[in-house]
């Protein structure tokens, strides 16, 4: 049996769970990252579609999609931010914070010339996405 961990919204209506283990965990900078989830950095993890399920109060899943890039998902009766779906990736973004058992461990910083608090942490920094998901792969200084 795979490994799951389960996470909730703010209110606890809608719960989610992860089976598996992602395919990267890490830190976005980017401004629409940092807009949405309304502090200086978002903790990621990226697993394959499949590996995510919403268990409960799926009718309270509402979507904002800014982008084509990125299809964000949270709960319509308190706003709790969820996931967010990335087509261009093949990947679903839950955010760290909504998973609180699952052990993170980043590897990676992207978007890192974006950023507003400056981490050095020795993680690789870089300048937007790895070459693997169509990124330039270019690592910057911390």
Partial sequence: MADKYSGACFCGSVEIEVSGSPEAMGYCHCSSCRSWSA?????????????????????????FTKTPASDRQFCTKCGGHLLT??????????????????????????????????????????????????????????
């Fill in 85 to 142: 779906v990335h087509p261009t990736f093949g990947l679903t973004d839950v955010y760290a914070a909504t998973i609180p058992s699952y052990p993170f461990s980043p590897a990676v910083h992207v978007n890192y010339p974006e950023n507003v608090m400056r981490i050095k942490d020795g993680l690789p920094k870089l300048k937007d996405y790895p070459a693997e998901i169509g990124g330039s792969g270019q690592i910057v200084p911390e």
């Fill in 39 to 63: 502090a200086p950095v978002n903790a990621f993890t990226l697993w394959k579609p499949e590996n995510v399920k919403i268990t409960k109060g799926a009718e309270f899943v509402g979507k």
